[in-house]
């Protein structure tokens, strides 16, 4: 089973990333995908949840109408849209997987700074 996530790096205030997290080794589209956040000195929290059997999603309120969390089953890959980025959304980004079994990604690094 592996998460790989790709996609973060370093971005200005106001600016826009978009985070991929690969899957392989198990059903995909069986699993509810997630994507969470660990700050430094903070614990991890979630960001946004995106479900296996209709796509519903829901999000953390920090992050509501600013950040969008996808899936395509065919790809077996999980994003996450992130717009109008602030210095608080800095972290490091976790894909996680909860179905039969549950994983995680090894995480990407999202800087945001002028």
């Known amino acids: 089973v592996q998460l790989v996530e790709s996609g973060g790096g370093l971005v200005q205030p106001g600016g826009s990333l978009r985070l991929s997290c690969a899957a392989s080794?198990?059903?995909?589209?069986?699993?509810?995908m997630s994507w969470y956040r660990q700050a430094p000195g903070k614990e991890r929290e979630l960001v946004a949840v995106?479900?296996?059997?209709?796509?519903?999603?829901n999000y953390a309120d920090s992050v509501k109408g600013r950040f969008t969390i996808s899936r395509d089953n065919a790809k077996s890959t999980v994003y996450l849209q992130m717009n109008s980025l602030k210095p608080e959304d800095t972290a490091v980004y976790y894909c996680?997987?909860?179905?039969?079994?549950?994983?995680w990604g090894q995480g990407t690094q999202v800087t945001v700074s002028s």
């Open positions: 996680r997987a909860v179905g039969s079994g549950r994983f």
């Open positions: 080794g198990f059903t995909f589209s069986r699993y509810v």
């Open positions: 995106i479900t296996s059997a209709d796509s519903s999603t």
